[in-house]
């Protein structure tokens, strides 16, 4: 089992919430260009987040969302952040192997201007519309850089919207088949860090318990969350057994 338990997600145009980052106790950090920062504030988030790459690269590992290809804000936010210290980028809205194609591309040229080690700057793609779920396993076999996979499995999110699925802490039968489906495709590719979506619901620790548990039991390795009275649970319920820990060839059976 290998991977971060818990990625605190946070608005990269909060310099508050950046400094303080670090001390809540998340085992990744991630600066949000994309949803929580309004268009007219996305050039201050991108240069607020090249900042706190360079403070916290030593003691956090430190992941960016970007914005959607398709938005044309992509381009920037990758000059922006693809420096010394960034682990990876969470891919937002990912649809097709061609997306992944593209951003390794882009990843790659700027790996090389900046002197980076080729493929040091990782993809993680977040599913948000059933086309994502769907080819999922193309996805995620586009490219090396591949770390991780998460399906947006939020509430009332992106994902719930294209489907029409009622919202649940736990596995309805449609979020068993999402997540088994990305689970399964994320194996079959060799992509072993697969994480679970927020939940939204900040004043609700049983049901975030309940939701971590469900991913849990189907071999999810970690869930993304939104504030730090979130960060003891997911911590918690996803750290791995000592049997997970060891590998299967030194397993005693």
């Known amino acids: 089992m290998s991977g971060p338990r818990s990625q605190l997600i946070m608005p ?10 670090p001390s809540y106790g998340a085992d990744a950090l991630v600066f949000d260009l994309e949803d929580s920062v309004p268009l007219d504030e996305k050039s201050k988030a991108r240069a607020l987040a090249r900042e706190f790459i360079g403070k916290h690269k030593t003691n956090s590992a430190i992941y960016v969302r970007v914005n959607a290809v398709r938005t044309g804000m992509l381009e920037e936010d990758l000059k922006a952040v693809a420096v010394d210290g960034l682990a990876g980028i969470k891919l937002p809205k990912t649809e097709s192997a061609e997306e992944i194609h593209r951003v390794d591309a882009m990843l ?15 993809i993680g793609p977040t599913l948000e519309s059933a086309k994502g779920v769907w080819f999922v396993y193309e996805i995620v076999s586009a490219s090396p850089r591949i770390q991780s996979v998460m399906p947006g499995t ?8 294209d489907l029409g699925y009622a919202s649940t802490a736990g596995n309805n039968e449609v979020l068993y088949y999402i997540r088994s489906r990305v689970l399964l495709a994320a194996r079959a590719a060799g992509v072993a860090h697969v994480l ?3 939940y939204a619901n900040i004043r609700d620790p049983e ?4 939701c971590c548990e469900a991913a ?12 730090p009275n ?4 997911v911590n918690r319920i996803f750290t791995p057994t000592a049997r997970e820990r060891t590998p299967v060839r030194d397993r005693a059976e």
């Open 12 to 21: 990269a145009n909060r310099t508050d919430m950046l400094t303080k980052a």
């Open 108 to 122: 790659a040229d700027l790996e090389r201007e900046r002197g980076l080690a080729h493929g040091s700057i990782g």
């Open 154 to 161: 939020a509430q009332d999110a992106d994902l719930q919207t």
């Open 196 to 198: 679970d979506g927020v």
């Open 207 to 210: 049901g975030l318990r309940i």
């Open 216 to 227: 849990r039991r189907l071999g999810y390795r970690g869930k993304q969350v939104i504030h």
């Open 230 to 233: 979130q960060i003891e649970t």
